[in-house]
């Protein structure tokens, strides 16, 4: 259906206006972040053929492309509320009736400023492991475990090795 507004006044009920176009309302958002779950609220700015502008909340029906990356509710009391899943870019849709517009989320980890590698100047014995883990500092001032996802490497393999999750593991004494 559309939407229509009417006005009553002196007893006579004025011209309908009919809804034109929908803008959602923040364009184009960037969420900088190395934690999910956080949100953004989006609103739909209603234009109507008399020229008015109005922004609509209950008659607006939201959906995301990408619900790896944001879900967006339709539920009263949060409707428009887009929630990070995951990272990348989704697009956030609102539709009325016939009318939609669309914008992209895009969902990104900020920078990492540095790397901190615990445990620090570890001495193991011969044949024993030592598990070592990375925490990523990034600009916004999170931090995430990094440990999987990070390249490990031994400086000398002749005495210690070190696999893809970190576990460094003994090979001769040194």
């Known amino acids: 259906g559309s939407i229509s507004i009417a006005a009553t006044a002196g007893g006579g009920t004025a011209p309908t206006a ?14 900088l972040s190395s934690t999910l ?16 502008t109005q922004f609509l909340f209950d008659s607006v029906s ?8 944001a879900t967006i509710s339709n539920t009263a009391g949060s409707r428009g509320r887009a929630t990070t899943t995951g ?12 009318v939609s517009a669309s914008t992209t989320l ?26 070592f883990k990375a925490t ?9 475990d990094l440990t999987s996802s990070v390249t490990w490497n031994s400086t000398d393999t002749s005495v210690a090795t070190i696999n893809s999750g970190g576990l460094a593991t003994s090979v001769v004494q040194g």
């Open 87 to 98: 990272f990348g870019t989704t697009t956030i849709s609102a539709t009325v009736g016939t």
């Open 106 to 131: 895009t969902v990104t980890t900020p920078p990492l400023t540095s790397i901190i590698v615990t445990p620090t100047n570890t001495t193991i014995a011969l044949g024993t492991a030592a598990q």
């Open 18 to 31: 009919t809804l034109t176009t929908l803008e959602v309302l923040p364009a184009n958002p960037t969420i």
């Open 136 to 144: 990523g500092h990034f600009n916004d001032g999170s931090t995430a």
């Open 37 to 52: 779950g956080l949100t953004q609220q989006f609103r739909a700015l209603a234009t109507f053929s008399d020229g008015s």
């Open 62 to 69: 939201w959906s995301s492309t990408a619900t790896g990356v």
